[in-house]
Antibody, heavy 119, light 110 residues
Framework: QVQLVQSGAEVKKPGASVKVSCKAS????????IHWVRQAPGQGLEWMGC????????NPAQKFQGRVTMTRDTSIWSVYMELSSLTSDDTALYYC????????????WGKGTTVTVSS | QSALTQPPSVSGSPGQSVTVSCTGS?????????VSWYQQPPGAAPKLVIY???NRPSGVPDRFSGSKSGNTASLTISGLQAEDEANYYC??????????FGTGTQVTVL
């Protein structure tokens, strides 16, 4: 069935970077965007940006510009989100979610990857 | 881009109707019909329940409906059931070619 499989939990020190993966399963990679959305403990959802699965063009949220890098590997149907210069405020559950290109909604979500930033 | 404004909580008894509002601006909710709603039970990933203001994906009960007036979108749950208890988030496409989520609303079934 159609699903997005995310990598496991990460623990990082302040100032480090983290790279989270999201693997598409059960559907063709092309024709879809992958969005990244995070949720801090007890807080709401926050859109971080997206990557075009066809072209690799990225569209980061203004808040994360210069600190987030989104890439894709079409040979293994995977997308990656790397966040640098981590602080404790980046402790959150990070989700990837699929959007059929230019439909403007996210119809399939991964289960999330917990990232903890602690010294 | 500021988050869209939602009430922190709404509640209702089983069988009643509840409405969750989502207020944005003329740069997002008021400009596009690209408002979607997501249901997130505790400890689970979000699930799409409404897209393009008022469309329901396959498998979502017809007691979920959506609408929009000006800069405010709304999600209505009719015939409230215990399984509807969750957090609900709206999101909208914006004029800066980005997305913004709402602040989230906890729906409680009394």
């Amino acid at each position: 069935q159609v699903q997005l499989v995310q990598s496991g939990a990460e623990v990082k020190k302040p100032g480090a970077s983290v790279k989270v993966s999201c693997k598409a399963s059960g559907y063709t990679f092309f024709g879809y965007h992958i969005h990244w959305v995070r949720q801090a403990p007890g807080q709401g959802l926050e859109w971080m940006g997206c990557i075009n699965g066809d072209t690799g063009v990225t569209n980061p949220a203004q808040k994360f510009q210069g600190r987030v890098t989104m890439t894709r590997d079409t040979s293994i149907w995977s997308v990656y989100m790397e966040l640098s210069s981590l602080t404790s405020d980046d402790t959150a559950l990070y989700y990837c979610a699929r959007e059929a290109t230019r439909t403007f909604y996210m119809d399939v979500w991964g289960k999330g990857t917990t990232v903890t930033v602690s010294s | 881009q500021s988050a869209l404004t939602q009430p922190p909580s709404v509640s209702g008894s089983p069988g009643q109707s509840v409405t969750v509002s989502c207020t944005g601006s003329s740069s997002d909710v008021g400009r596009y019909n690209f408002v979607s709603w997501y249901q997130q039970p505790p400890g689970a990933a979000p699930k799409l329940v409404i897209y393009e203001v008022s469309n329901r994906p396959s498998g979502v009960p017809d007691r979920f409906s959506g609408s929009k007036s000006g800069n405010t979108a709304s999600l209505t749950i009719s015939g409230l059931q215990a399984e509807d208890e969750a957090n609900y988030y709206c999101t909208s496409y914006t004029s800066s070619n980005r997305y913004v989520f709402g602040t989230g609303t906890q729906v409680t079934v009394l």
